[in-house]
């Protein structure tokens, strides 16, 4: 039976900095785009909506729980909770909140805020303490069954709804409107925050677009999107290779990759790609 590839959530230098700022302020450019690449047969479906459009959405999050969950079907991971060995700590829920990265954290303040004296909420203190950490110290043995029990409640899936959109969904469909990329490059923008965050790091989102840029440009700065996202995927590759954990680059590779070369900038459906060698399929 495949084992799920949990492993691919490993990441994150904590969360809150920059990324709010991201839609705002760009980094500087560079010349030397590559030449323009034929357009696609309908530029305008790649632009009149973004990845925030609903059905866009929804597809997005298929295609990062093929990666994240070996399934298409992300709805059944709110109750998710295991440490997958990665240093993290607990890897859980829908985007694979960390209880060593700081989103599980801000995660359970959220939900205790809207939901006071939940069952997660004695838990704080230790999720506390072990952020930055793999420590399961307060944690074990009642935290994994009191996550699952959570997930039944209406409330706290929404919370995990949000914080994926205000940690990792709307930085970067917003970053990618700003550059002038399309639906499949907020897409490809959006699955490399949730692999590696964003921060200081050589392999955080931030630093993976500067190596790219120093490629191709964006749209926005002139540049031709195919090549440009190219080049992210390259540096993309790059900062996988950096981490044992990340060393399969084959939801790059055998899916987004594919996505690109066939000149489907929308994302338009059906798709087909391959993730670990299972095969995926979105009418």
Known sequence: MHVPHRSTTARRTVLATALLGLAAAALPGTAGAAPEAAAPEDPAGAYAIGLDDPAKKEIAM???????????????????????GD????????????????????????????RPGNVLAGYLPALREVDGSDSHEGLDPGYPGAWREAAQDPEFRK????ERDRVYFNPAVGRGKSDGIGVLGQFIYYDAIVMH?????????????????????PPAQGGDEVAYLHAFLDARVWAMKQEEAHEDTSRVDTAQRVFL????????????????????HLD
Not at 90 to 107: P, R, W
Not at 197 to 217: H, K, N, P, V, Y
């Open 159 to 162: 919370a995990q709804n949000d």
């Open 197 to 217: 965050g964003d921060g200081g790091d050589s392999t955080s989102f931030s630093s993976i677009r500067e190596r790219a840029l120093g490629q191709a440009g």
């Open 87 to 114: 240093g993290r700590g607990y890897t859980a829920g829908i985007i694979g909140f960390c209880s060593g990265t700081g989103d599980m954290l801000d995660l359970v303040e959220l939900y205790t805020d809207r």
């Open 62 to 84: 298929k295609l990062v729980s093929s990666a994240e969950n070996s399934s298409l079907d992300w709805q059944a991971q709110y109750q998710y909770i295991e440490d997958i």
């Open 261 to 280: 070369d066939a000149g489907n900038l929308g994302l338009d459906t059906p798709l087909d790609w391959k993730v670990y060698g299972d095969s995926y």
